[in-house]
């Protein structure tokens, strides 16, 4: 029963970062389409990048803790690049270069929507073993 709450919990994580990943795609697409000014843009994506970077480390916690060594070992590339960015202190958008890098910003956030979606692919499938392995017994 353990088990199966800790993939609960790490469903609605995953159900949490794959909403920041999109809300921040969403104000990439609003910019590139001019319904938005760079500023409130930049702003906007800025104010949940920190959120994004926790949720992931929580989320990674969560596997190392409940022993889910594979989810932990798929979630941790994330981490790592997370971790990299914010050291190297290129993890905020920039106001005045947002339309430079408008198209390498939203390539980024695809890779993780597309990785993200591979993690809860993969967090279903362990939730569904688990519920099918507390029945046998």
Known sequence: MG???AWL???FILIALLGIILYQLM?????????????DSAS???NVVL???????????????TGHWMM???CLPYLYYDFKLY?????LVDVTEIFNQLPWEKKIRLYKLGYLI????????????????????
């Open 3 to 5: 088990d199966l709450i």
């Open 27 to 39: 104000c990439l697409a609003d910019l590139e389409f001019d319904y938005i000014n760079p500023f």
């Open 44 to 46: 906007k994506i800025n």
């Open 87 to 91: 050291t190297e202190r290129r993890h």
């Open 72 to 74: 932990f070992l798929l």
């Open 118 to 137: 591979v993690l809860m692919a993969c967090s279903i499938f362990w939730m569904i073993w688990s519920i099918v392995e507390d029945e046998d017994y």
């Open 9 to 11: 919990l790490s469903f």
């Open 51 to 65: 959120p994004e970077f926790i949720t992931q480390g929580v989320l990674c916690f969560l596997h190392l803790v």
